[in-house]
Nanobody
């Protein structure tokens, strides 16, 4: 059973940076593309970034390029999301997700296993 546990959220001031982590278990982590999404209050869940199983390919939502960096450490079964120059509109619940190993396109639609999320609040 896929289990994803996010951490690293909290209250941060605008302009700061944050690194979120997600540990995966119950599947072969290095075989799975991983992704980050977020959901702001009252809004739909938005795709942020994805990374291939071996970490060599990434895909970012156009609106997120430049302030977000996705990376992974397969030895630790962990995927990271670094967020720079935080803005109040980055306030959201951030979720990591895993794709089945046969889906490698890094398309947002490929991801269907979710963690419980970690809350990020950015104060102005």
């Amino acid at each position: 059973q896929v289990l994803l546990i996010e951490s690293g959220g909290g209250l941060v001031q605008a302009g700061g940076s944050l690194r979120l982590s997600c540990v995966g278990s119950g599947f072969t982590f290095s075989d799975a593309a991983m992704a980050w999404f977020r959901q702001a209050p009252g809004k739909e869940r938005d795709f942020l970034a994805a990374i291939s199983g071996n970490g060599e390919r990434t895909n970012y939502a156009d609106s997120m390029k430049g302030r977000f960096t996705i990376s992974r450490d397969n030895a630790k079964n962990t995927v990271y999301l670094e967020i720079y120059s935080l803005k109040p509109e980055d306030t959201a619940v951030y979720y990591c997700s895993a794709s089945p190993p046969w889906k490698t396109a890094l398309s947002p639609a490929d991801f269907g296993s979710w963690g419980q999320g970690t809350h990020v609040t950015v104060s102005s």
